[in-house]
């Protein structure tokens, strides 16, 4: 099992910074690839960006690629998520995830291919 807990979010002007953390707990928080998703309203859930195991890997959505980086720290068991340059279609409810898998070349993509989901947390762009 693992629990993930998200912070970070918050109401920002577009071209600003935001920092999304995500704790994990649990032992086996290596053994995860680790994904972020947002869900705006009216919108189904959407890949933004994953990272394998290891975090030699990285995979990111066309929208936010550039201006968000996606990063691990096993050690401390936690995800985080760096974004830059906000626009207000970057608003939303962005959602921590984690799957066990069982090799560091496998990093799912999809919503339905990970098993464990924090509560999200709300990021807010005015324009």
């Known amino acids: 099992q693992v629990q993930l807990v998200e912070s970070g979010g918050g109401l920002v002007q577009t071209g600003d910074s935001l920092r999304l953390s995500c704790a994990a707990s649990?032992?086996?928080?290596?053994?995860?690839?680790m994904a972020w998703f947002r869900q705006a309203p009216g919108k189904e859930r959407e890949f933004v960006a994953s990272?394998?195991?290891?975090?030699?890997?990285?995979y990111y959505a066309d929208s936010v690629k550039g201006r968000f980086t996606i990063s691990r720290d096993n050690a401390k068991n936690t995800v985080n998520l760096q974004m830059i340059s906000l626009k207000p279609e970057d608003a939303a409810v962005y959602y921590c995830?984690?799957?066990?898998?069982?090799?560091?070349?496998?990093?799912?993509?999809?919503?339905?291919?990970?098993?464990?989901w924090g509560q999200g947390t709300q990021v807010t762009v005015s324009s």
């Open positions: 995830a984690g799957d066990y898998v069982g090799t560091d070349s496998y990093t799912p993509l999809a919503t339905y291919e990970y098993e464990y």
């Open positions: 649990g032992r086996t928080f290596s053994s995860c690839a």
């Open positions: 990272i394998s195991r290891s975090g030699s890997s990285t």
